[in-house]
Nanobody, 121 residues
Framework: QGQLVESGGGLVQPGGSLRLSCAAS?????????MGWFRQAPGKEREFVAA????????NYAESVKGRFTISISSVKNTVYLQMNILKPEDTAVYYC?????????????WGQGTQVTVSS
């Protein structure tokens, strides 16, 4: 069993930055899990944003955020981060932390509760 708790969302102007955090606990801190961020905008399906392994030797990003977002991980703090720069209004969504023991396309084992990110002037 495990738990994911996100924090760091909020309101930011276009071009601004935010950093999201996801604290993991229990079995999720095992190297068997990959960690990721997804987002869901109003009226749209949940979509993949970025992923990383606990070993931090591999990352993956959606094309829409490449060059603007950076995923990182601290195995000491059992925390995954998403640094979001040059934010755009289309980045507005609820952001969810996720953990999976297989490729994310095959399913997610754990979801966080979500944190709202709003990009608006």
């Amino acid at each position: 069993q495990g738990q994911l708790v996100e924090s760091g969302g909020g309101l930011v102007q276009p071009g601004g930055s935010l950093r999201l955090s996801c604290a993991a606990s229990g079995s999720i801190t095992s190297s068997r899990y990959a960690m990721g961020w997804f987002r869901q905008a109003p009226g749209k399906e949940r979509e993949f944003v970025a992923a990383i392994k606990w070993s931090a030797d591999m990352t993956n990003y959606a094309e829409s955020v490449k060059g603007r977002f950076t995923i990182s991980i601290s195995s000491v703090k059992n925390t995954v981060y998403l640094q979001m720069n040059i934010l755009k209004p289309e980045d507005t969504a609820v952001y969810y932390c996720a953990a999976a023991r297989r490729p994310f396309a095959e399913g997610v084992d754990y979801w966080g509760q979500g944190t709202q990110v709003t990009v608006s002037s």
